[in-house]
């Protein structure tokens, strides 16, 4: 019998292209597919996120001293697990506010009222006192001391909370620098020292009775530690965005390796018993630092001056 050869044979681009329209064919509609399948992915992670988003800005849009619960809208049940422990925080912070209140005016009135009559009577044993009249002038000392000490860890405990922050308003440092001054002349007068206020109006964003405190306390260190017939000069200004405060006086000054603890609660250059002979409590200065820490400002201690920026 014949042999006989059947030979098929194609081209090689036909071929190429037929794989390569097989491959379009395939991946194509995946391609075409994919934005679509992130549309609808994005769509439904949205939604399942948007009671997550609308109590992420219930917790944005409350004030600092808003501290109720959060509203009983309707919310996925995943989300009551993290709602209520958000509420249960707000109730602790709330009720540990609401003791910090209390304390604070339970203690002014458990301890002013003695401290007051004891200075009465003290008042009254020296207008009377003949032998002893040195002895009781030590113990007017101490109570004043007492007193003063009182007065600054109760001014301490009561700055604690943020809430100042809503009780901002538009204030004239210098005004009220001019204020200070006023009501600590007579101690100032009495040593014999000169003061001056150098400065014109301004404005800051703050809490009347926080920054009065701590032109107080900035200007009675100055009058303490300057000694007889001592000067301090008060420089208010503003310079680029933000409002300067500088008391400088002629006292001895704080040494370098002292200036960051003269800030700490209680602490004293020396101890209780400082070199000049000044009483204090060493609360006065860490009163200065929170306030400056709660209007946003920086406070500065170098050689003779204070430096307070606030914006």
Avoid: C
């Avoid at 391609?31 to 399948?37: Q, R, S, Y």
């Avoid at 004030?63 to 993290?82: F, I, K």
Wanted: hydrophobic share 45%; no cysteine.
């Amino acid at each position: 019998a014949d042999s006989r050869w059947l030979i098929v044979a194609q081209r090689t681009d036909v071929r190429f292209q037929l794989a390569e329209s097989i491959i379009i064919e395939s991946v194509l509609p995946i391609i075409l597919g994919l934005p679509l399948e992130g549309l609808l992915i994005w769509l439904i992670v949205g939604r399942g996120l948007e009671p997550l988003r609308q109590l992420a800005t219930e917790m944005a849009g409350k004030r600092s001293d808003d501290l109720s619960p959060l509203s009983d809208t309707q919310r996925p049940h995943e989300l009551n697990v993290l709602t209520d422990s958000i509420n249960a925080l707000l109730r602790r912070l709330d009720a540990a506010f609401e003791r910090e209140k209390r304390f604070a005016a339970d203690a002014a009135h458990e301890l002013r009222t003695p401290l007051s009559v004891l200075k009465v009577q003290l008042h009254n044993l020296l207008r009377d006192a003949k032998s002893d009249y040195a002895q009781l002038q030590s113990l007017q000392a101490a109570v004043d001391r007492m007193g003063h000490s009182v007065e600054q860890v109760l001014m301490l405990y009561r700055m604690t909370p943020d809430q100042f922050a809503a009780k901002f308003v538009q204030l004239d440092l210098a005004g009220l620098a001019r204020n200070a001054i006023a009501e600590l002349y007579p101690q100032i007068d009495a040593q014999g020292q000169q003061i001056e206020l150098i400065g014109e109006q301004a404005l800051m964003s703050g809490d009347i009775f926080a920054v009065h405190t701590l032109l107080i306390n900035l200007l009675d260190n100055a009058s303490k530690y300057s000694g007889r017939s001592g000067e301090i000069r008060v420089h208010v200004g503003r310079a680029a965005d933000h409002v300067v405060l500088r008391i400088e006086d002629s006292g001895p000054g704080i040494p370098t390796v002292e200036r960051d603890r003269v800030f700490e609660r209680f602490y004293r250059v020396g101890g209780d018993r400082h070199n000049s002979g000044v009483t204090g409590s060493g609360i006065g200065l860490a009163i200065v630092r929170h306030i400056a820490e709660m209007h946003h400002a920086v406070i500065e201690l170098a050689e003779a001056e204070y430096m307070v920026r606030a914006s």
